[in-house]
């Protein structure tokens, strides 16, 4: 009989005793009634077919939300997924006051990751992710905090956008970096010409500059194993021709007379001279 009581006791005081874990924290309803005070990490004792106890888990919970479909402000349409981080802050009120609450922190989430592709236009999606991550933890935080959840982060994973779209951005791209490599190469022309103008400048103020130039060339194609024969030209003689007078032209009466009439010219030449000499 002590033995039959013995065993009684020990099972009684087995299903009368719970342990909780560190992170978390146990709420002991009686009669349905929530007790006040809120249970701690180690062992707890319960009236067994009396007392139930619900523990809730302290811990940061990492909730991806699924894609959601969207249009934004300029008519695109993309795909974005993102991902809540979030804890309970109050294991009352997160018990009591909402039924689920990690199933209605995901679909606050959803809501808001639509409404706020809606409000967004496609290069914000793209290069402003910060600035859309602080606003989508406000509108998720402000029903969470009833319910005592706190949002620690939201973080907005990935835009999907259609290929078309893709393309087109491709292409944009693609047409910018050439853009700015025609506008790093004219700069550069630009820039050399002036360096070249400074050079001329001063090797017109300095001849010598200039026959010492020619020779570090002719130095420079010398070095290299090669058949390249360098005949230097004086840029003197160049001038020297310039300032030469042009060759005297034939006159236009020659050129529009016929060839007799230049014959009978020529002929008569002598006769006129004689009667000069006379």
């Known amino acids: 009989m002590l033995t039959i009581l013995l065993i009684i006791a020990v ?3 087995v299903s009368s005793t719970r342990i909780i874990r560190q992170y978390e924290r146990g709420l002991i309803f009686r009669f349905g009634r929530l007790r ?5 990490p180690g062992l707890a004792l319960i009236v067994p077919g009396i007392d139930r106890m619900q523990k809730v888990n302290l811990q940061i919970i990492t909730m991806p939300v699924p894609a959601q479909d969207g249009i934004t402000r300029d008519n695109v349409t993309v795909k974005v997924d993102a991902v809540v981080y979030f804890r309970v802050i109050d294991p009352v009120r997160a018990a009591v006051s909402v039924q689920d609450y990690m199933f209605a922190v995901l679909q606050v989430a959803q809501t808001s990751l639509r409404s706020i592709i809606g409000k967004s236009d496609l290069d914000e999606l793209l290069t402003n992710r910060e600035r859309l991550n602080q606003g989508l933890e406000l509108m998720i935080d402000s029903p969470a905090v009833d319910w005592g959840v706190h949002i620690d982060r939201v973080e907005i994973k990935d835009v999907s956008l259609p290929e078309s779209m893709k ?13 700015r490599a025609r506008v790093i190469t004219a700069d550069g022309e630009l820039q050399a010409s002036r360096k070249l103008a400074d050079a001329a400048a001063t090797m017109g103020q300095t001849p010598t500059a200039l026959q010492l130039r020619l020779l570090e060339t002719v130095v420079e194609v010398a070095a290299e194993k090669n058949s390249t024969v360098v005949l230097p030209f004086p840029v003197e003689l160049l001038r020297f021709l310039e300032r030469q007078p042009e060759p005297a032209q034939i006159p236009a009466e020659l050129l529009q007379a016929g060839p ?8 008569q030449e002598p006769a006129g001279r004689a009667g000069t000499r006379g």
Do not use: I, K, V
């Open 11 to 13: 099972a009684g005081l």
């Open 167 to 179: 393309r087109s951005m491709s292409r944009q791209a693609e047409a910018e970096r050439e853009r």
């Open 36 to 40: 006040p005070a809120t249970r701690g």
């Open 260 to 267: 007799h009439d230049h014959l009978h010219h020529r002929s």
